[in-house]
């Protein structure tokens, strides 16, 4: 089970940190992923991180704004969002990938086996 939490309304230039929760089997066991969307658009990949964490990947809109990054002793994953824009406004899923690879970052949601609820971001301009 994944709890995503962390989000809400924000200003422009300001940030917030999302955080997902990992229960039922270990966070280390598990690649995972922040995704998001806008009613009436495609799902989007936002970042993604390895098990072991050494990898990172991240989409061009957020790429040196937002961080992602991993306590597995605290079973959580976090999405650290920063300089936000009107347009980083969507619902943001946190997504777990069981995988063997360490290393490996993935950015198609259709990989991701778990999904939390979702957690709603609006940035006002």
């Known amino acids: 089970q994944l709890q995503a939490s962390g989000g809400g309304l924000a200003q422009a230039g300001g940030s917030l940190r999302l955080s997902c929760e990992v229960s039922?089997?270990?966070?280390?066991?598990?690649?995972m992923g922040w995704f998001r969307q806008d009613p009436g658009k495609e799902r989007e990949f936002v970042a993604t991180i390895s098990r072991s964490g050494v990898g990172t990947r991240y989409a061009d809109s957020v790429k040196g704004r937002y961080t992602i990054s991993r306590d597995n002793a605290k079973n959580t994953v976090y999405l650290q969002m920063n300089s936000l824009k009107p347009e980083d406004t969507a619902v943001y899923y946190c997504?777990?990938?069981?995988?063997?690879?360490?290393?490996?970052?993935?950015?198609?949601?259709?990989?991701?086996?778990?999904w939390g609820q979702g957690t709603q971001v609006t940035v006002s301009s």
């Open positions: 997504a777990a990938r069981p995988t063997a690879s360490t290393r490996n970052t993935n950015p198609h949601w259709a990989e991701y086996n778990y």
């Open positions: 039922g089997r270990p966070l280390s066991s598990f690649a």
